[in-house]
């Protein structure tokens, strides 16, 4: 069973691109295409908490849409990255270290 201490970007890129592959998808997957559907994707991970109340707890039925709709996300953003051929870890740890110089640690 894959999990994330045991799985690399790399097997996830591989996973979703296996599957588009399969489905002969690549020609719908355009940067302007995939950039759309992370942004519907991530509009129905906010409507899980549409009317809901700041701490309220997620239930097994909302727990596993929740992990659906993220999972749908990460989704699109490893297709966009295939598609434009940018290294995900380089450019989390580049924007990390971006993050930090903006908000330091000293920083209220």
Request: hydrophobic share 45%; charged share 30%.
């Amino acid at each position: 069973m894959l999990q994330d201490k045991t799985t690399t970007v790399k097997n996830l890129r591989d996973l979703v691109a296996a599957f588009v592959a399969e489905r002969d998808w690549k020609q719908f997957h355009t940067p302007k295409n995939l950039a759309m559907s992370i942004a519907i994707e991530a509009a129905e991970l906010m409507e899980l908490f549409q009317w809901t109340l700041e701490n309220e707890p997620l239930d097994g039925e909302k727990l596993a849409a929740l992990r659906h709709e993220l999972a749908d996300v990460v989704i699109y953003c490893l297709s966009m990255a295939i598609v434009t051929k940018i290294d995900l870890s380089e450019a989390v740890r580049e924007k990390m270290e971006m993050n930090a110089r903006k908000y330091p640690v000293e920083r209220p």
